[in-house]
């Protein structure tokens, strides 16, 4: 038995990341990876927002929670809540609020190109405004554009109370000054539950390679890739 209560607050949270000085350097802001000398670790703090979930989340997602909480021995309570902050894509960089998910793996943010509600209400990504961004036509092949007049993948992503499609870009993505250049999905089209109810743009996955689309669509791996963290970890 338990009881569900809600903080109806935001609670300000970090996440830090650790740069590795020389390598994290090569990676800026602005996507430009302009060489400069470090001597010293850094730690660099995003800052987070926790916000309650919505009552049409919360009665959607109960059943889920009991399932969870019941294998949890002495569980009283469930704060059901989300983690959020900000980060860039693209050069100049594009700024988006996303939540932090580690129950998936890719980065999801809305295109310039959909025109549902859901995505009109959020910050949408123009990939024609970045000279970094490259339109990727297949998820195994990460550094392949999208032929003049030729194929591409589109790819649907279900989630407990909705659902988006949406296709690849590849493009320079910076949580804070720690920068990566990586795969996402730009949706063209989404749900209006749950994505036309909450405050974030997009979703930002920090679970498994296994739950990713493909290897380069897992940030945080990319970040591991190009050697910009001093350890291989968040918190």
Same mark, same amino acid.
Request: hydrophobic share 40%; proline share 5%; with cysteine.
């Given at each position: 038995?338990?009881?569900?209560?809600?903080?109806?607050?935001? &609670?300000?949270?970090?996440?830090? @990341?650790?740069?590795?000085?020389?390598?994290?350097? +090569?990676?800026?802001?602005?996507?430009?990876?302009?060489?400069?000398?470090?001597?010293?670790?850094?730690?660099?703090?995003? !800052?987070?927002?926790?916000?309650?979930?919505? %009552?049409?989340?919360? +009665?959607?997602?109960?059943?889920?929670?009991?399932?969870?909480?019941? +294998? +949890?021995?002495?569980?009283?309570?469930?704060?059901?809540?989300?983690?959020? /902050? !900000?980060?860039?894509?693209?050069?100049?960089?594009?700024?988006?609020?996303?939540?932090?998910?580690?129950?998936?793996?890719?980065?999801?943010?809305?295109?310039?190109?959909?025109? #549902? $509600?859901?995505?009109?209400?959020?910050?949408?990504? #123009?990939?024609?405004?970045?000279? =970094?961004?490259?339109?990727?036509?297949?998820?195994?092949?990460?550094?392949?554009?999208?032929?003049?007049?030729? #194929?591409?993948?589109?790819?649907?992503?279900?989630?407990? =109370? /909705? $659902?988006?499609?949406?296709? %690849?870009?590849?493009?320079?993505?910076?949580? /804070?000054?720690?920068?990566?250049?990586?795969?996402?999905?730009?949706?063209?089209?989404?749900?209006?539950?749950?994505? /036309? @109810?909450?405050?974030? #743009?997009?979703?930002?996955? &920090?679970?498994?390679?296994?739950?990713?689309?493909?290897?380069?669509?897992?940030?945080?791996?990319?970040?591991?890739?190009? !050697?910009?963290?001093?350890?291989?970890?968040?918190?």
């Amino acid at each position: 038995m338990f009881c569900s209560r809600v903080f109806q607050m935001l &609670l300000p949270v970090f996440v830090a @990341l650790v740069l590795l000085p020389a390598e994290a350097s +090569r990676l800026s802001f602005n996507g430009l990876r302009q060489q400069r000398q470090a001597t010293t670790a850094v730690t660099h703090s995003v !800052k987070l927002q926790r916000h309650p979930l919505s %009552f049409a989340q919360l +009665r959607r997602s109960r059943s889920r929670m009991m399932s969870r909480m019941s +294998r +949890r021995a002495g569980c009283k309570e469930v704060h059901a809540s989300e983690y959020y /902050g !900000k980060i860039a894509v693209g050069s100049p960089p594009q700024e988006f609020t996303v939540v932090f998910d580690t129950g998936s793996g890719n980065l999801l943010l809305p295109s310039k190109s959909c025109t #549902d $509600e859901a995505c009109k209400s959020h910050k949408r990504f #123009d990939a024609a405004a970045s000279k =970094t961004a490259l339109d990727v036509a297949f998820d195994d092949q990460p550094d392949k554009a999208v032929e003049k007049g030729g #194929d591409r993948d589109v790819v649907t992503i279900t989630f407990g =109370t /909705g $659902e988006i499609s949406g296709i %690849f870009i590849k493009d320079d993505i910076c949580v /804070g000054n720690i920068c990566t250049h990586g795969d996402f999905v730009a949706a063209t089209q989404e749900s209006d539950e749950p994505f /036309g @109810l909450v405050p974030f #743009d997009g979703i930002f996955g &920090l679970s498994l390679p296994q739950m990713s689309e493909a290897p380069h669509f897992n940030i945080f791996d990319c970040m591991i890739r190009d !050697k910009v963290l001093k350890s291989n970890m968040f918190a």
